[in-house]
């Protein structure tokens, strides 16, 4: 009887398990495959691998294979510009002509639709580029139609190397050898046919390879090779010698100042006046413009951009200082790590501190995304203001179109450092109470107060919130009263005195320095105010309270992501409600208590809801910048309509958004068309995704499966079930959260290029 008992128990307990792993997984839904998205980085689950060397091969073969795609696309690019672009007409004249992508070769485009479309000097339907490869090329010393198919050759070839290196790292090579030297002719062969295999074993060694050296020094050298590109292709180029693919000496010096330390040559003989495929027929040498490497600064008058002895000048130093500094930090293995899996952080002489951070990808991974993602903002918000291609300044709507392109990248880096670092915080990071060191290292300080964190940042949040929000609200209500003069209006006084120390002399400095002369604040930081310094003067444009608040409500956006990010992140390894979260991984399904989850407790979960908040906050970050610096001649406007939310409406969106609402209209389409309906097309994307998001149409199944999950525990309603377990039942809700997500970024990502192109051209 009692063996009876625990074997009726068992089966029990195993039809119990395996009802509850069927609806988990969701196989009586199509949830289990939008639940591998929680876990999607958990690399070593999909391949199998039970080791780092396994996993760095993946990683190096993933390596490969995005660099071949990169080089496919970028080939596809340019081959379209030599094939049916205008680049030879554009270089004779790019301020006054249309850079072509590709041509439209449709056969029901009728006479006025292709008249419509056609531009840049063509004679058929076109589309026109925003993407700023024409300056690029130009830049680099592209001259003719020749030289890009040249050039489209060239990254083919290096896209199928990237390829053949990626299965190179599949190849063991020491098995190979093994495999080899085991038979028995092998014995015939001289012991120099092993060498070239070892060499190659030991330059694809993985595990020996020490990171932090061989990028430091790839990245030098290959900066001195650009180099050596713009000093012997580009500057030649730009001074009407076409030289590509030959090499020329631009400063008819050679290395003689090199060697006798007389570096200064390199600078002298810059010719100010010359301009970029100049037309000088008789000129064989590079005549009087003889400089390579220079420290002007400034910019070129002629092309509105930096000149091109300065690049080469920087690239140049760059290249040096990751070299040496290659070099350096692989000699200190004490002090600042061998390898890049060794040390990360040191106090002193206290040797290591975090022993797992340095074995952890995913913290690498974090801390290289947060590093490019600043880098690529940095780019963005200099893309219009020192330019370093010719005639882009220019080309309003492509500089413009650079700048959001290169702001949305590097919010979505940011935000894939912040999830790498919380899996960092969830799967890599132990803690030890054994050891000594692992009681003072910077991230069990940070667990350890997570909840002062957590509790600060939503304090600043709710104060930008109710603030920001309440001003706009007020300021829009006297406005809608007819008192206007009654708004709230802030200026920003301590952003107008760093302008004016700066140069900008519109805020009467002088007023300002001579109330608080007697701390004599102003004098010490810059004694050229009272003259009256204009050096920035004309570069920075005067801050009032739009500004104010615009930058108050981006900072909102900004510290309500991070909030979100780092609860999830540091709640990830456990919470008052759920103390044993960190054994259930990054992301487990928010799909009811039947499919292995509930909702809004995960780290995954909250990554998600922050991807809307960092959504919203670059848009209002690029409505921003778009309408204070980069559109034309609204400076004025802005100051008078960004102090109201009503003013953003119908004074930015809607004002720029009447171009695309008539793409088409009584009088025939026009070149926006295809603008106007990608703007339509795209609000509808957008809007789609409330319909799943708002909706609460996840929250209903999570309902609809905690009554077929307690129901299904009765023998009679399982039976019955059991015979359909496969079919649907409804929209889950990770589901519902992925199709919303989705349509929302794409929406909104994809809006807002027609709204650029549209409103500026």
Request: charged share 10%; glycine share 8%.
């Amino acid at each position: 009887m009692l063996l009876y008992t625990s074997v009726s128990i068992k089966i029990k307990a195993h039809s119990d398990r395996f009802v509850s792993l069927h609806l988990s997984n969701g196989r009586c839904a199509t949830g289990r495959y939008f639940q591998v998205i929680g876990n999607i980085h958990d690399i070593e689950s999909y391949f199998g691998i039970d080791n780092a060397l396994s996993l760095n091969t993946q990683i190096f073969l993933s390596h490969w294979g995005h660099l071949s795609i990169i080089c496919l696309w970028v080939s596809g690019n340019l081959f379209h510009i030599g094939w049916n672009g205008n680049y030879e007409l554009w270089v004779k004249n790019p301020i006054a002509t249309m850079p072509i992508a590709h041509g439209l070769w449709d056969p029901h485009f009728g006479l006025s639709i292709s008249d419509a479309y056609s531009s840049g000097g063509s004679d058929s339907a076109v589309v026109l580029s925003y993407s700023g490869i024409y300056n690029w090329l130009y830049a680099s010393g592209f001259m003719k139609v020749n030289d890009i198919y040249n050039f489209v050759i060239l990254c083919e070839c290096v896209a199928v190397i990237s390829l053949l290196l990626g299965k190179v790292h599949l190849i063991n090579l020491e098995d190979m050898l093994q495999w080899f030297a085991s038979k028995p002719w092998s014995t015939s062969v001289p012991a120099t046919f092993y060498l070239p295999f070892r060499l190659f074993l030991a330059c694809f060694d993985l595990s020996g390879l020490r990171l932090n050296f061989h990028i430091g020094v790839m990245i030098g050298f290959f900066s001195i090779a650009w180099c050596g590109h713009c000093v012997h292709v580009a500057i030649p180029a730009s001074n009407a010698v076409q030289c590509l693919g030959r090499f020329i000496d631009p400063s008819n010096q050679g290395l003689y100042p090199f060697y006798t330390g007389n570096w200064v040559l390199y600078s002298l003989g810059v010719d100010n006046d010359h301009i970029f495929g100049s037309t000088v027929s008789n000129r064989s040498t590079v005549g009087n413009a003889q400089a390579i490497l220079t420290f002007l600064g400034g910019f070129k008058s002629d092309t509105a951009s930096l000149y091109l002895t300065d690049i080469a000048h920087h690239h140049l130093a760059v290249g040096i200082l990751f070299v040496w500094a290659g070099h350096v930090y692989s000699s200190f293995k004490k002090g600042f790590g061998h390898r890049i899996r060794d040390v990360l952080f040191v106090n002193g002489n206290s040797g290591l501190m975090i022993s797992s951070i340095g074995k952890s990808l995913h913290l690498q991974l974090s801390l290289a995304l947060a590093g490019v993602s600043v880098i690529t903002s940095v780019v963005g918000q200099h893309i219009y203001s020192l330019t370093p291609y010719p005639y882009l300044s220019f080309d309003y709507v492509t500089f413009v179109a650079l700048y959001v392109h290169h702001s949305w990248i590097a919010e979505l880096l940011m935000m894939g450092s912040f999830a790498h670092a919380g899996i960092f915080l969830i799967r890599d990071y132990t803690i030890n109470p054994a050891d000594p060191f692992m009681r003072r290292d910077v991230v069990s300080r940070i667990i350890a107060h997570k909840a002062a964190i957590i509790s600060h940042l939503s304090w600043v949040c709710l104060w930008l919130g109710f603030h920001t929000l309440g001003l706009y609200i007020h300021n829009d209500a006297v406005f809608a009263s007819g008192e206007q003069e009654k708004q709230i209006l802030i200026e920003p006084v301590f952003a107008q005195i760093i302008q004016g120390s700066s140069g900008k002399a519109l805020y009467a400095i002088g007023c300002i320095s001579s109330y608080i002369s007697s701390s004599g604040w102003v004098h010490s930081v810059n004694p050229s105010l009272q003259l009256g310094s204009k050096s920035f003067d004309s570069l920075l444009l005067p801050l009032g309270p739009g500004d104010f608040l615009a930058h108050h409500a981006i900072a909102l956006g900004l510290h309500v992501t991070v909030l979100i990010l780092l609860k999830g992140s540091l709640d990830g390894r456990g919470s008052k409600l759920m103390p044993d979260k960190i054994h259930f991984g990054y992301g487990f399904a928010c799909d009811g208590p039947g499919r292995g989850g509930t909702c809004d407790i995960s780290a995954w979960d909250s990554f998600y809801l922050a991807t809307f908040w960092m959504l919203n906050t670059n848009a209002w970050i690029t409505f921003y910048i778009h309408w204070k610096h980069l559109t034309l001649n609204t400076a004025f406007q802005f100051d008078e309509s960004s102090t109201y939310l009503n003013g953003w409406f119908r004074d930015y969106l809607w004002f720029y958004s009447a171009s695309l609402i008539r793409g088409y209209d009584a009088f025939g389409a026009n070149d926006l068309s295809v603008w106007a309906w990608l703007f339509l097309a795209a609000h509808l994307n957008w809007s789609t995704g409330f319909m799943f998001l708002i909706s609460w149409r996840g929250y209903w199944q999570e309902l609809i499966d905690i009554i077929l999950y307690m129901h299904l525990k009765t023998p009679i309603l399982y039976d019955l079930w059991n015979v359909n377990i496969y079919t649907p039942v409804a929209l889950s809700i990770v589901q519902a959260r992925f199709i919303g997500l989705v349509h929302f970024a794409v929406g909104l990502i994809l809006t807002y290029p027609a709204f650029i192109i549209g409103g500026t051209c």
